[in-house]
T-cell receptor, first 113, second 116 residues
Framework: SAVISQKPSRDICQRGTSLTIQCQVD?????MFWYRQQPGQSLTLIAT?????????ESGFVIDKFPISRPNLTFSTLTVSNMSPEDSSIYLC??????????FGPGTRLTVT | DQQVKQNSPSLSVQEGRISILNCDYT??????FLWYKKYPAEGPTFLIS?????DKNEDGRFTVFLNKSAKHLSLHIVPSQPGDSAVYFC???????????????FGQGTILTVHP
């Protein structure tokens, strides 16, 4: 399984500001994913990030609000832009192994005030 | 539209007994299913998976059963241990082409409490 780290682990931000979350993997992977878990809810996919191409966003998520970078096969960033309290969530990145299961990072707990 | 459902928000089990967690899905395109365990303040930990060509997969104390006709899967934990207390999520995926399954659709989770 891959070892995945995320920075920051948590943050408290003011509304209207932006936060960039970093995801680092200890091995090269093709597919990286960004999920959100709102309080008391399940995990929801935001977008899929492949190296060398634009991220693919799920319904309800747009690039202007959640821009993603994928500069190489071990790293990705997710930015939460122009934040509002409704963006308070845990943000998780994951990678897909060759045997198709996904492994998750520890998550970034974001609180917007 | 909840395509993956875990209808039991919580389950309480005595240590040493069997824990059975259930999951139903509606999308017939799903052909790969996974179970994750999640502790507070941590990311989900992969436990076990099953593809639609099988009806059972076992890994130590964990066994997943898949009933395709009923669109139902279950996770059995035997024997249950206090350290198994966590939130359990089932997830489903359909083949996305190439070498990837891609997007996981998650259930709402079941809180398992194992009492000593």
């Amino acid at each position: 399984s891959a070892v995945i780290s995320q920075k920051p682990s948590r943050d408290i931000c003011q509304r209207g500001t932006s936060l960039t979350i970093q995801c680092q993997v200890d091995s090269q992977v093709t597919m990286m994913f960004w999920y959100r878990q709102q309080p008391g809810q399940s995990l929801t996919l935001i977008a899929t990030a492949n190296q060398g191409s634009e991220a693919t966003y799920e319904s309800g998520f747009v690039i202007d609000k959640f821009p993603i970078s994928r500069p190489n096969l071990t790293f990705s960033t997710l930015t939460v832009s122009n934040m509002s309290p409704e963006d308070s969530s845990i943000y998780l990145c994951s990678v897909e192994a060759e045997t198709y299961e996904q492994y998750f990072g520890p998550g970034t707990r974001l609180t917007v005030t | 539209d909840q395509q993956v459902k875990q209808n039991s928000p919580s389950l309480s089990v005595q240590e040493g007994r069997i824990s059975i967690l259930n999951c139903d899905y509606t999308n017939s395109m799903f052909d790969y299913f996974l179970w994750y365990k999640k502790y507070p303040a941590e990311g989900p930990t992969f436990l076990i998976s099953i593809s639609s060509i099988k009806d059972k997969n076992e890994d130590g104390r964990f066994t997943v059963f898949l009933n395709k006709s009923a669109k139902h899967l279950s996770l059995h934990i035997v024997p249950s241990q206090p350290g198994d207390s966590a939130v359990y999520f089932c997830a489903a995926s359909g083949y996305a082409g190439g070498t990837s399954y891609g997007k996981l659709t998650f259930g709402q989770g079941t809180i398992l409490t194992v009492h000593p």
